[in-house]
């Protein structure tokens, strides 16, 4: 495994363990920039931390798995999964009790040993759906 993968692994091994200020700075540099996320967070580490803690509010046994972890230079890619249950308010959906589990893929630049710069993706139809958000689409 790759300084980069073994930082990664290491960060994501915190945050399921429910240490999101470890996994924040165990990742990022201060000055870390997010694209990708909800416009209610800012683009910055502070903001990466709320969204984090947001998550772990409204699925506090949420897991993040990655599926492939790729490293080219400065640059790493994961497919990852998200599962979890929404026992909490979660982004604005009440409690549904429902198991959740979505998949996403990230692309992160390091600078040195921590991520400058991270893009984001989330299935946003299929998480927004199981959390209640977005109605179910129904067969024609």
Known sequence: ?????TTIAT???????GDVDGYVTALYTPDAVFHGFPPAFT??????AEFFRALRAGMPDASI?????LCDGDRAAVRFTLTGTHTGELFGAP???????AEGITIVRFSG?????????????????????MPARTAA
């Open 11 to 17: 960060a994501v091994g915190l945050l399921n363990a």
């Open 95 to 101: 409690p549904s009790g429902a198991h959740i589990e």
């Open 1 to 5: 495994m790759s300084d980069h993968a």
């Open 113 to 133: 040993d921590r991520v400058v710069e991270r893009w984001n993706r989330l299935d946003d139809v299929a998480f927004l759906t199981q959390i209640g958000l």
């Open 43 to 48: 683009p910055d580490r502070n903001g990466i």
């Open 65 to 69: 798995a990655a599926e492939d972890l």
